[in-house]
């Protein structure tokens, strides 16, 4: 087990040198920077970007608050209450972190937006590792991939290259949903993870649309405005799941559960179906 653990590692720190050899540097665009929506309210510069960050800090705090709350989440591994805890501390900063980019936007300030990003995102990933995997490999995980996180976010700053940042964020844009549909989870309720990606990805498509929603609804609210919101429901998400969860006692995958509700459902149309074309013999008076 550990030979293919370290197999896998070796693996993965080979595939990232190629890339980097392999692709060109991904300087910052400046042009980011350039928000459509741009008005100021009560003195605050950029002020629906500002305030829209406001739930993030919301639900960390208080997931934060809840982890600890008299064992309310019923975390079964100690791993989980420590990787559970860094996602909160991550979710909560993006929350003063991004609030304090947009008062002033430009790379200098940007970091104080990454930083916390990407401590929510690599605890989401040990947090899988412990769940799905293994328990210890997750929770060694966890301090590593925070600081593959933070050392991303240094590289950018330093070098002017976000191909490691990219790496940070989209990768479990893509391993985590795929994880909590082909792997047996531990609680009930995985669903919770899938929409949460939804929501996600949903936020990303709003912030590459950032000027053109904002023509869109006449100039009442921007793109990047409604990523802040969208990307939100993340986190609340994964709250309500961590709320609603029980230990799973028939550790089945999502894909599995589908396949058997997908089964039943044919199942069910090819009975309706027999029955609908099912005829039964009547015997026919012949002495009229």
Known sequence: MRKRTAYAWGVAIVAFIVLMIV???????????????????FGIPNTLNVVSNFPFL???????????????????LQGELW??????IGVAAVGIGSSYYHLDPNDATLVWDRLPMTIAFTSIMAIFIIERIDE?????SIIPLLLAGVISILYWRFFDDLRPYAVIQFVPCIVIPLMAILLPPMYTHSTYWLWAAGFYLLAKVEEAMDKVIY??????????TLKHLCAAMVPVFLTLMLAKRTVETERISLLQTWK???????????????STYTYTSVEVDESH
């Open 136 to 140: 210890r490999k997750g929770t060694v």
């Open 215 to 224: 023509e869109w609804t006449h100039h009442i609210v921007s793109g990047h």
């Open 260 to 274: 058997v509700s997908w089964t039943k459902v044919k199942e069910n149309g090819s009975t309706v179906e027999r």
């Open 83 to 88: 990787g559970w805890t860094c996602f909160y």
């Open 23 to 41: 692709t060109p540097a991904i300087p910052q665009n400046q042009e980011y920077h350039d928000f459509a929506d741009q008005r100021e309210f």
């Open 58 to 76: 919301v639900i960390g705090i208080i997931g934060l608050v809840l982890c600890f709350y008299k064992n309310y989440f019923k975390f079964c």
